[in-house]
């Protein structure tokens, strides 16, 4: 009982920390979600305003209720425990078969207590973990909303996607040019593994940094699922999204990274393309891409590769 409290508790705390990475980053005034500069800035944020409001009252109360419940467990869990205290007093000073019966009502009366306890307690924690589950959801759908990844504090793929309908619409209409970058950090499953989950969140977070600092203020970076990122550079050829995606895949292949004093070797791979107006779609510049980092991977990782234009892949 006291395993499967400490259970919703942990999730509680994991979806409350989750929330105040946010909560931090809209204190120090970071909103990387602004980053682009499309639609109206002043309107986004008061949407981000109004959805970290939501979230810290959805989070405060499911916290209240958890912790509610776990005190009132306490309390029975103390005053059981002395009952059995007095009950242990009473059997060593028995005397007669009368004293023994009385103690056996008594210990009846309290068993039947407790076992009213626990039910009570089984249906609080159904209650909770459909609680917590709904929040994850309601959470989840929030972050969507606002189009920040909670862990890395970076635009997520919902606002990737929408940058991209944008660089797309310029490309066609006006020719210009942009280029993509899609990195993966290599071996992140063995990093998971072999040092928990929580090194492999510490390193997603490292890593969204250390590219958010050695990006170009015009570049637009985003976390677009699991350990992979993309970067949309504007107004960027080929060749200079090629330097650049190198220069990122050195910073972190050069870069000491520890979880709790012990090092973790960190590398990146990169596919990296430019659009072809009036050939490409959003689906085709990324599939491009896609195949480039697979590529990548292929040759050995640690690696950028160039992704073929249609016509070198006829």
């Not at 009473?90 to 023994?100: F, G, S, V, Y």
């Not at 307690?121 to 909770?128: K, N, T």
């Not at 929408?162 to 063995?190: G, N």
Request: proline residues 2%; aromatic residues 6%; negative net charge.
């Amino acid at each position: 009982m006291y395993m499967a409290w400490a259970v919703v508790a942990v999730a509680t705390i994991v979806i409350a920390s989750s929330a105040g990475g946010v909560w931090l980053s809209r204190r120090r005034r970071v909103l990387h979600g602004d980053q682009d500069g499309i639609g109206d800035p002043a309107a986004r944020r008061e949407e981000k305003e109004a959805a970290l409001e939501r979230i810290q009252v959805a989070v405060t109360d499911l916290l209240m209720g958890v912790t509610g419940s776990l005190n009132l467990m306490t309390g029975d869990s103390t005053k059981y425990g002395r009952a059995l205290e007095v009950h242990q007093q009473t059997l060593e000073r028995m005397a007669t078969i009368e004293d023994l019966r009385e103690l056996e009502r008594r210990l009846l009366e309290q068993v039947k207590e407790v076992q009213s306890a626990n039910d009570r307690y089984r249906r609080d924690l159904d209650a909770a973990n459909t609680r917590v589950q709904e929040q994850q959801k309601d959470l989840e759908q929030m972050q969507g909303s606002i189009g920040i990844d909670f862990l890395t504090e970076l635009p997520n793929r919902q606002r990737l996607d929408e940058y991209m309908r944008e660089l797309m619409s310029r490309a066609e209409r006006y020719q210009q040019r942009f280029s993509l970058v899609l990195l993966d950090i290599d071996h992140f499953k063995a990093i998971n593994d072999e040092h928990g989950h929580a090194a492999g969140d510490r390193v997603l977070r490292a890593i969204a940094q250390l590219l958010s600092d050695n990006k170009r203020a015009s570049d637009f970076l985003a976390r677009y699922g699991g350990e992979e990122f993309v970067l949309l550079l504007p107004e960027t050829t080929l060749e200079n999204a090629v330097a650049l995606a190198g220069k990122l895949r050195e910073r972190v292949s050069s870069r000491n990274f520890q979880f709790q004093t012990q090092p973790i070797r960190l590398t990146l791979s990169a596919g990296v393309g430019e659009v072809l107006p009036g050939n490409d779609t959003a689906e085709s510049l990324f599939e491009r891409v896609d195949k480039a980092l697979y590529q990548a991977k292929n040759d050995g990782r640690n690696r950028v590769c160039v992704a073929a234009t249609p016509a070198a892949s006829a």
